[in-house]
T-cell receptor
């Protein structure tokens, strides 16, 4: 599975969009980009994932560059409850290996 | 839905003692994982399983053993606990394919 690089921390004003970047320059053609977040040392929570097209769900949007070497998670209207550590991981979707490796993530702090 | 349940939630061990952490999932998932998370760090994969009766090593397997005798359960054993194994342990499960992982709430283990 490809390695990812994320900024250590970011701040965002409440009500504004939070844009969290992730670099995955060694991503392979069959690897998906997944985003999770972890609030207050709880178990990580799935947010969104994609292969090459941009994706949107009720929580966030995922923008993947055309060369797939980087992506951005967008929380359109950040709230204080979005303060968390956000993890970007890449892994092959259809593989019998199935393992997922998490890095250190980005600590997002949403401020009033 | 219970999802992924970890037992126990907290435990204090003395150096050299043994214990088993239990992870149970009720979603009929094929893949299960054990991670550890040290303070201020991301999750590191200890062992994982891609099906009943199969296990494999992750990034940091030393000092741990696992078993997957039943599809719904994934056990993590510490034969002789060491202070370096003080950590929060997370279990996760997911289905095959490009699917998200579901995490338990964690087990906070302290070895003194």
């Amino acid at each position: 599975d490809a390695k990812t690089t994320q900024p250590t921390s970011m701040d965002c004003a409440e009500g504004r969009a939070a844009n969290l970047p992730c670099n995955h320059s060694t991503i392979s053609g069959n690897e998906y980009v997944y985003w999770y977040r972890q609030i207050h040392s709880q178990g990580p929570q799935y947010i969104i994932h994609g292969l090459k097209n941009n994706e949107t769900n009720e929580m966030a949007s995922l923008i993947i560059t055309e060369d797939r070497k980087s992506s951005t998670l967008i929380l359109p209207h950040a709230t204080l409850r979005d303060t968390a550590v956000y993890y970007c991981i890449v892994r092959v979707g259809n593989t019998n290996a199935g393992k997922s490796t998490f890095g250190d993530g980005t600590t997002l702090t949403v401020k009033p | 839905n219970a999802g992924v349940t970890q037992t126990p939630k907290f435990r204090v061990l003395k150096t050299g003692q043994s214990m088993t952490l239990l992870c149970a999932q009720d979603m009929n998932h094929e893949y299960m994982y054990w991670y550890r998370q040290d303070p201020g760090m991301g999750l590191r994969l200890i062992h994982y399983s891609v099906g009943e009766g199969t296990t494999a090593k992750g990034e940091v397997p030393d000092g741990y053993n696992v078993s997957r005798l039943k599809k719904q359960n994934f056990l993590l054993g510490l034969e002789s606990a060491a202070p370096s194994q003080t950590s929060v342990y997370f279990c996760a499960s997911r289905e095959q394919g490009d699917t998200e992982a579901f995490f338990g709430q964690g087990t906070r283990l302290t070895v003194v």
